[in-house]
């Protein structure tokens, strides 16, 4: 006969004597196991959930430095490719390549910041929330916090940060507060006593200092905030946001979508025609026009008797606070952040600069310039 084949078991290839016996014990064993080894397993499992305690491996993910969360009230952009973003939180960010990547720098506070102010590349400030007070000198590698600096007793809250010459900047907020450095935000002084007065914004017209604020109220001084004059704008919205581009042509804009124009230093207003009813938040002159930012992403730009109201992209509802400009370009920051060509608007994110989207004009007032209203 040939030879058994390796792949068959063949009862003829056990000894004769004790085969049947050594199966039928082999046979047994493999019942035992078989009852047994469930319970061997669930005591295990018993033994591993009460006596042996797990090991969490932890992997610390990086922050993001423009994270959905990031609310960005404020921006500065003291050089071609130099930007800074200040905001919840007490969150700063810097970007050395217009926005490309961006830096997360350290700061002394999580109060929320509201703006910030850049005289070059290294010395920078920033305000916000219970009227906290930060600076750096060396490009943000290191911020301090202001420990003496004027406060109100009952509300603290820095609103809006303004530079106006080498060192100098001002800042205004609730309480009628009115601050002023001279040493590049070292130390402040309060330019006016304490009283139920919002501030909403700061400019600075020539050799004038003036406000506007809560309920359309104004405040100006013509020697630097030795004494003050009140006005009043004819709107009753909060007035958010005024600038000039020049010593008597001036903007404010504000809630429900005013906006108020002066050609005489803010001595008398005009109110242009509604174009948008979303608040405004900030205003800017911006190549040969103005342009202002609000809620729901829309904007106002206009001057003379021709405005029109739009918004910076069908893709972007977000509010903006905030814009910086530099040859030619509006750096605008608040729940997105990006740039603004003047047609198209293109955000920021941790993977660079969004591809750019066209903006959509919603509509166009005529404006036959009233007379202004002192």
């Keep these: 006969m040939p030879p058994e ?18 199966i039928m014990v082999l046979s047994r064993a493999l019942n035992v196991v078989a ?4 319970w061997l397993i669930i005591g295990g499992l018993l033994y591993a959930a009460l006596f042996v305690e797990p090991e969490a491996v932890v992997r610390d993910l990086p922050e993001p430095a423009l994270g959905s969360r990031d609310f960005y009230y404020g921006v500065a952009h003291p050089a071609e490719d130099v930007v800074w973003l200040a905001g919840t939180w007490g969150k ?14 350290k700061t002394p506070t999580r109060e929320n910041l509201q703006s910030i102010v850049a ?13 906290v007070a930060i600076r750096t000198e060396d490009g943000g590698k290191t911020w301090v916090e202001v420990t003496e600096i004027p406060k109100s007793k009952d509300r603290n ?6 530079k106006r010459g080498a060192g100098e900047a001002w800042a205004v907020g609730l309480g009628n507060a009115i601050l002023r450095t001279a040493d590049y935000g070292k130390t402040w002084q309060r330019m006016a006593e304490e009283r139920d007065k919002v501030w909403t914004d ?27 004059v009140e006005g009043q704008a004819p709107v009753s919205a909060t007035l958010n946001s005024v600038a000039f581009r020049n010593a008597t042509h001036g903007i404010a804009v504000g809630g429900e979508g005013d906006v108020v124009i002066t050609s005489d230093g803010g001595d008398s207003w005009a109110k242009v025609p509604s174009v948008i009813e979303r608040h405004l938040y900030d205003v800017t002159w911006l190549n040969d026009h103005w342009f202002a930012v609000g809620d729901k992403g829309r904007y106002v730009k206009g001057k003379g008797p021709n405005w029109e109201g739009g918004r910076l992209s069908l893709n972007d509802l977000s509010w903006h606070t905030r814009i910086a400009v ?49």
């Design 119 to 131: 005289w070059d590349n290294e010395r920078a400030a920033a305000v916000g929330n219970e009227g």
């Design 326 to 374: 530099t040859n030619g370009t509006a750096y605008i920051t608040g729940a997105s952040a990006g740039l603004w060509t003047g047609e198209e608007w293109a955000r920021w994110s941790d993977e660079g600069l969004g591809v750019r989207e066209p903006a959509v004009t919603v509509s166009v007032a005529e404006f036959a310039a009233p007379k202004p209203v002192h």
């Design 5 to 22: 084949s390796a792949g068959n078991f063949n009862l003829g290839a056990f000894p004769e004597e004790g085969g049947l016996e050594g």
């Design 92 to 105: 700063v960010i810097r970007s050395n390549d217009g926005g490309e990547t961006w830096t997360i720098q």
């Design 157 to 162: 809250k820095l609103v809006s940060l303004r």
């Design 202 to 228: 700061i400019a600075f017209p020539g050799d004038r200092v003036y406000l506007v604020g809560e309920f359309g109220a104004t405040m100006h001084s013509d020697d630097g905030g030795e004494t003050w």
């Design 35 to 38: 009852a047994v080894a469930p």
